[in-house]
C-alpha cells in the first residue's frame, strides 16, 4: 500500500515487528502532555481504553498515574520517531498556555512543517 497515514495507539511503538512496518514510510510521535491526555480521558471516560479502564476513584488522578507509567516504559521507543510534533511547542508559538486550545489544522500544519524538515534533512544526507 502506498500514500497511506496510519494512526497507532500508543502501545504499538513497543513491538519491534510494528516497527519493521512503521520504518517503510515516516513516523511522528504526535506528543500530547500527558496532564492534556488525562483530563480528556477523565472526561470521556476509561471504557473503551483497556490499560487505563480501571475500578472507582478520581479518574483523573488514576488516567494521569496510569499514563505516567506507560509513558516512562514507552519513551525511548516514542523517540525512534523520524519527526516529533509537540503540542506544548504548538500552543507556546501561538502565545497559549493549554494545548487544548489548538485545531487540528494547526496541529497538522506542524506535522505538515515537521515532515518537511526531515524529508528535506534526508535528501541532503543522500546528496
Known amino acids: 500500500m502506498h500514500r497511506l497515514i496510519v494512526a497507532t495507539g500508543g502501545g504499538a511503538v513497543i513491538r519491534p515487528i510494528n516497527w519493521s512496518y512503521m520504518r517503510k514510510g515516516?513516523?511522528?510521535?504526535?506528543?500530547?502532555?500527558?496532564?492534556?491526555l488525562a483530563r480528556r480521558i477523565a472526561a470521556v471516560g476509561t471504557a473503551s481504553r483497556p490499560l487505563l479502564h480501571q475500578e472507582s476513584g478520581d479518574p483523573y488522578a488514576k488516567a494521569y498515574a496510569k499514563l505516567t507509567a506507560l509513558f516512562e516504559q514507552r519513551m525511548d521507543s516514542y523517540a525512534n520517531a523520524d519527526a516529533r510534533v509537540s503540542l506544548e511547542n504548538i500552543a507556546l508559538k501561538q502565545g497559549h498556555n493549554d494545548v487544548n486550545v489548538l485545531t487540528p489544522s494547526a496541529i497538522a500544519i506542524e506535522a505538515l512543517l515537521k515532515m518537511e524538515s526531515f524529508l528535506t534533512e534526508k535528501a541532503m544526507v543522500r546528496n
Open 26 to 36: 515516516l513516523t511522528i510521535w504526535l506528543d500530547v502532555p500527558l496532564d492534556a
